[in-house]
């Protein structure tokens, strides 16, 4: 009922610059805090930003300077900008969403996530 679809992963330099979008679709009442995370081979899921619904914004101490996480209510999307990327970017991106929606009678908020995106970094 809910979607959550990432785009605009790929193969870049490092240096260069991607931008990541994630749109949710469905049926929902609203969506509280948004947040991209990152998979590596081998390595465990880990935040590298997220934003609350008023536009607060925190980034993981590896990302900070580099990425800029920004959302649009009214479009119900989320998006990473990732400058000077380096190899140990390369990972899969994954959008999350805090989504609050009517299930039978009852009203409840809970996590949601995207397929994820390749992002790739070259040395």
């Known amino acids: 009922q809910v979607q959550l679809v990432e785009s605009g992963g790929g193969l870049v330099q490092a240096g260069g610059s991607l931008r990541l979008s994630c749109v949710a679709s469905?049926?929902?009442?609203?969506?509280?805090?948004m947040n991209w995370y990152r998979q590596a081979p081998g390595k465990q899921r880990e935040l590298v930003a997220g934003?609350?619904?008023?536009?607060?914004?925190n980034y993981a101490e590896f990302v900070k300077g580099r990425f800029t996480i920004s959302r649009d209510n009214a479009k119900n999307m989320v998006a990473l900008q990732m400058n000077s990327l380096k190899p140990e970017d390369t990972a899969v991106y994954y959008c999350?969403?805090?989504?609050?929606?009517?299930?039978?009678?009852?009203?409840?908020?809970?996590?949601?996530w995207g397929q994820g995106t390749q992002v790739t970094v070259s040395s």
């Open positions: 934003i609350s619904r008023d536009g607060s914004t």
């Open positions: 999350n969403g805090f989504i609050g929606r009517h299930e039978t009678d009852i009203f409840s908020y809970r996590d949601y």
């Open positions: 469905g049926t929902f009442v609203s969506i509280n805090a």
